[in-house]
């Protein structure tokens, strides 16, 4: 037996997609308090702004380029916040 997942994807008129946070759980990998601290983090920056849509309580949405592109701005960004006396990894 075959099941069908429909799956509704929001495009602006530059082809851009919109996703909601679960589905950006979904297509990263990532768990749902990820989703969260990587979207306020992004919230806080002016480049973001517009990068959000907060339609109602329970509808909200990302631009999945925005996020891609924070996203990999983060990469190894833990290394740049330790500070110098503080070894990453403990002996």
Not at 11 to 28: I, T
Not at 48 to 59: E, H, M, Q, V, W
Request: glycine share 4%.
């Amino acid at each position: 037996m075959t099941v069908l997942h429909i799956e509704t994807v929001h495009v602006d008129d530059c082809g851009g997609r919109w996703l909601r946070p679960k589905q950006l759980q979904a297509k990263f990998s990532i768990t749902r308090t990820t989703v969260w601290k990587l979207l306020s983090e992004m919230r806080a920056i002016p480049k973001y702004k517009g990068d959000f849509i907060d339609y109602s309580k329970t509808l909200r949405l990302v631009r999945e380029r925005a996020f891609l592109e924070y996203f990999k701005s983060q990469d190894k960004a833990y290394l740049k916040r330790a500070k110098p006396s503080q070894s990453v990894w403990r002996k």
